[in-house]
Structure formats: C-alpha cells, structure tokens
C-alpha cells in the first residue's frame, strides 16, 4: 500500500534549455532562407522587366508594321501601343507607375528603356549600351543608374535599353 502514495517522477516534454535551441536553429535557417528569396525576388523582377521590354518591343514593330514604317512619337508615346498591339502596356513590376521610358529617334527609331534593380543583371551585357546603334538627340541615356539624362560610370550601369 505505500507504493501506491510514493509519487514517481515522469519526465514529460522538454527542458527550457531544449526548447531555445530549437527555436534558435529555426531563427537563423529562416533567415538564411529569407536572405536568399529576397536576392530571387530582385532577379526576377529583373527578368519580368527584360521580357516586357521584348513585348512592347514586338508591339511597337506591329505599330510601324501598320503605319507604313513610323513609330509612336515621343509625346504619344508607349500608350498608343494599346489596345490594339498590346491589351496593356506593362508597368514595372516593383513600383507600378509605369517606370518604362521610352523616346522616338524621328520616325524611323525608337530607345526603350527599363530600371533594373541590380548593376549585374544578364541582360546588361547585351543592351544597347553594348552595341551603339542609334544615337537620338531629345532622349534618355542608356548608361546610368535611372535611365536619366546624365550618364555614369559603366559598373553602375542599372539602364537596360534597346534601341532600333
């Protein structure tokens, strides 16, 4: 009968100890995961924006394609592509207002161009900087950091421009 009034003690769960080194290892993987998804969501906004380049790209060769050669003046500019060669002309998919720039070189040429977030993106290696095709006097300039009048260093070189 005394056996039965003796109280054993059971170990049932974790110590405090246990449970902060869990919770810490979680912490630190879940910052290293967060780290890496945030450089994956830059690259590929920077690629959504290299592909809407391409289509609007596409669009404006329609445009000319049906008006006997010219394209989109600079004041008209990227909005008359819609709806008619493109359902909607594509914003930047960071900031939304429409962060593409565009200018008429006569009405024999265009310059396109889009902010990238990262001076390493791929696709700067081959944009129009590159190249040297055309040269327009009233636009932007495809070496700088905002796609802005005033040119900068080429590793800051943030611009991705096409230019026909």
Do not use: W
Request: aromatic share 6%; charged share 15%.
């Amino acid at each position: 009968m005394i056996n039965f009034l003796k109280h054993t003690k059971v170990s049932r769960g974790f110590t405090l100890i246990e449970l902060l080194v869990v919770i810490s290892i979680i912490g630190i993987l879940s910052t290293v995961v967060l780290s890496s998804l945030g450089t994956a969501r830059t690259k590929a906004r920077d690629a959504r924006r290299t592909s809407d380049m391409q289509a609007i790209q596409v669009s404006l060769e329609l445009y000319a394609d049906s008006s006997g050669g010219a394209y989109p003046t600079t004041a008209a500019g990227l909005a008359s592509l819609s709806p008619t060669y493109m359902p909607v002309v594509p914003s930047d998919p960071l900031t939304a207002n429409g962060a593409y720039k565009y200018a008429a070189c006569g009405t024999t040429g265009y310059h396109l161009g889009a902010i990238m977030e990262t001076a390493s993106s791929t696709g700067l290696n081959s944009d129009s900087d590159s190249v040297e095709s055309v040269s327009c006097t009233t636009d932007f300039e495809g070496i700088s950091t905002d796609c802005g009048l005033t040119p900068s260093a080429a590793n800051a070189d943030r611009c991705y421009d096409i230019k026909r």
